[in-house]
């Protein structure tokens, strides 16, 4: 029997960072608002985080370079950390050193894919970066890509157009969204058994009504055991969920 249900958003922020000291996030469509929203509530919750990356993010304050960290300065509660700048965005920390973030911060929060602000992506061979120490890793994914062409709507979707043999002008279908819970898209390097997908954008979704079944076939097909239906802005979850009858 399937469950969707509307989950309150303290519970969420409880359900994310339980028992984490290191998450790490991959796919498209909100990564970076997700981070911030879940650093926000921890540092209210009194904890320290630390927000880093093994590919880029931007260098927006308060951030910190590697090698200035906590030199003749006190580590502030909430810090971005990079080990340089180079077209406004902070560049990659090695494993190690995002493994060492961990013992200065209560929670540590590693962007580990990249995006360029589209609703999905297709990963390059490299692609993601995902440090194998992570507690949890969080997958998501733009519901707002539905109905939109493929070239607007995918990052790197002439990787994904080789692959699949689809042109451009192709529309992102529910079928096709679900294409990207395969072992070569967004669950590329993904352990299942740590894995938590979020559905996020569902205020910007056109097709809505096709969101519950969707999310049920994403668990089915991805294998991961949870999923989120989210707009993270409006503060607003949904959990989906199989249980035994």
């Known amino acids: 029997m399937w469950f969707f249900r509307r989950i309150d958003p303290e519970q969420i922020r409880f359900e994310l960072t339980l028992q984490a000291h290191y998450l790490s996030f991959v796919g498209a469509g909100g990564k970076t608002t997700l981070i911030d929203y879940l650093a926000g509530e921890a540092i209210r919750r009194g904890k320290r985080v630390a927000i880093t990356t093994t590919t880029k993010i931007w260098a927006r304050v308060p951030y910190v370079l590697w090698a200035d960290l906590g030199k003749g300065q006190a580590r502030p509660d909430l810090v971005r950390v990079g080990k340089a700048v180079v077209d406004g965005k902070l560049t990659a920390l090695a494993a190690a050193e995002v493994a060492e973030l961990g013992s ?14 589209k609703p999905l992506k297709y990963p390059a061979e490299y692609e993601p970066v995902i440090p194998s120490f992570s507690d949890h890793v969080i997958v998501v994914a733009g519901l707002d890509a539905l109905s939109g062409r493929v070239d607007e709507q995918i990052f ?3 990787l994904f157009g080789k692959a699949t043999g689809l042109a451009g002008n192709a529309r992102v279908t529910p079928s096709l969204f679900l294409r990207f819970f395969e072992d070569d898209t967004l669950m590329k390097g993904v352990d299942r058994q740590k894995c938590v997908i979020v559905l996020n954008k ?7 009504n096709a969101v519950t079944d969707l999310a049920k076939e994403v668990l089915e097909k991805s294998g991961a055991p949870r999923a989120i239906v989210s707009s993270v802005p ?12």
């Open 104 to 117: 200065m911060y209560d929670l540590v929060l590693i962007e580990a894919d990249g995006s360029k602000g």
């Open 156 to 158: 790197r979707w002439e």
């Open 202 to 208: 569902y205020d910007a979704c056109t097709e809505r």
């Open 234 to 245: 409006f503060e607003t979850f949904y959990g989906i969920e199989q249980v035994e009858a």
